[in-house]
């Protein structure tokens, strides 16, 4: 199946510095990738949807300014997390589409981000 | 606002016991899909069900997309400590293009033990 990776799996930082989040699809080219956010024992929350080669579309109520989202190729996109504060301590986890339009997302391991 | 009501929220059965999860909503999906997660690990996809009343078997595990395309259900026969996880439905809205988004169900704890 269609294999997305991010790094890093676990990142701590502190307060007011700026974390980095990369996902890749690893076999496959990825029009379309998703960021979400999951607080314990939640389902997923979508936060945006980033596209090849144009400005992310955020979820109400996600500060775009905040949460900037990058998606320079067709096999990876960036989020990073600006100016962190211990409530954006969570896990997030991208996903990414396998063709557009297709039905299937594959979605990567996590990253578990700590701020302290 | 489409939302996936999941039932049970918790699910705590032991080793061989049969169990079933459905996924609820008011509104039509163009295709639903099932995944599980393990703690500290993205969702994995179980499968994808895409037309009305359609059955598919996954080893132990069934998946029944409902006549109107509005839920869903998932079947485990004899329950093994490795199905412990969280099950997550989620549903692509009708009509959608190349920038429909998945909607979450609330999920499924299930907790198997020997």
């Known amino acids: 199946g269609a294999v997305v990776s991010q790094h890093p799996s676990r990142v701590i930082c502190k307060s007011g510095t700026s974390v980095k989040i990369e996902c890749r699809s690893l076999?496959?080219?990825?029009?379309?990738m998703f960021w979400y956010r999951q607080f314990p024992k939640k389902s997923l929350m979508l936060m945006a949807t980033s596209n090849e080669g144009s400005k992310a579309t955020y979820e109400q109520g996600v500060e775009k300014d905040k949460f900037l989202i990058n998606h320079a190729s067709l096999t990876l996109s960036t989020l990073t997390v600006t100016s962190a504060h211990p409530e954006d301590s969570s896990f997030y986890i991208c996903?990414?589409?396998?063709?557009?339009?297709?039905?299937?997302?594959?979605f990567g391991p996590g990253t578990r981000l700590t701020v302290t | 606002t489409q939302l996936l009501e999941q039932s049970p929220q918790f699910l705590s059965i032991q080793e061989g016991e049969n169990l079933t999860v459905y996924c609820n909503s008011s509104s039509v999906f163009s295709s639903l899909q099932w995944y599980r997660q393990e703690p500290g690990e993205g969702p994995v996809l179980l499968v994808t069900v895409v037309t009305g009343g359609e059955v598919k078997k996954l080893k132990r595990l069934t998946f029944q997309f409902g006549d109107a395309r509005k839920d869903s259900s998932l079947h485990i026969t004899a329950a093994q400590p490795g199905d412990t996880g969280l099950y997550l439905c989620a549903g692509l809205p009708q009509g959608g293009g190349t920038a429909s988004k998945l909607t979450f169900g609330t999920g499924t704890r299930l907790q198997v033990t020997l």
């Open positions: 076999d496959f080219q990825a029009t379309t």
């Open positions: 996903s990414a589409r396998v063709s557009p339009g297709g039905y299937e997302q594959y």
